[in-house]
C-alpha cells in the first residue's frame, strides 16, 4: 500500500495590530485630559496603604476566604 502526501504551500498575510483605526484611537486617548501618564513620580507608601486599605475592605466581606491560613 503506497502513500502519497500531497504537500501545498501554505502562507500567512501579517497582520498590523494597529489597523482598522486602532492607532487612531490609541493616540485620542493618550491625548484626552484624564489620560493616564507615568510622568509623576510614584509614591509607593501612598500605593501600599491604598492597597492595604482596599484589603482590609475586601476582608469585611462575609464570604472573604484567607488561603493562607490553610
Do not use: C
Not at 15 to 31: F, K, R, T
Not at 34 to 62: C, F, H, M, R
Amino acid at each position: 500500500m503506497k502513500f502519497h502526501l500531497f504537500h501545498s504551500p501554505v502562507s500567512f498575510s501579517r497582520v498590523d495590530p494597529l489597523g482598522n483605526g486602532l492607532s487612531e484611537e490609541i493616540e485620542a486617548e493618550q491625548l484626552e485630559a484624564e489620560a493616564i501618564t507615568l510622568e509623576e513620580g510614584l509614591n509607593e507608601g501612598e500605593i501600599e496603604a491604598y492597597w492595604q486599605s482596599v484589603q482590609q475592605d475586601i476582608q469585611k466581606d462575609p464570604e472573604w476566604f484567607d488561603f493562607t491560613k490553610e
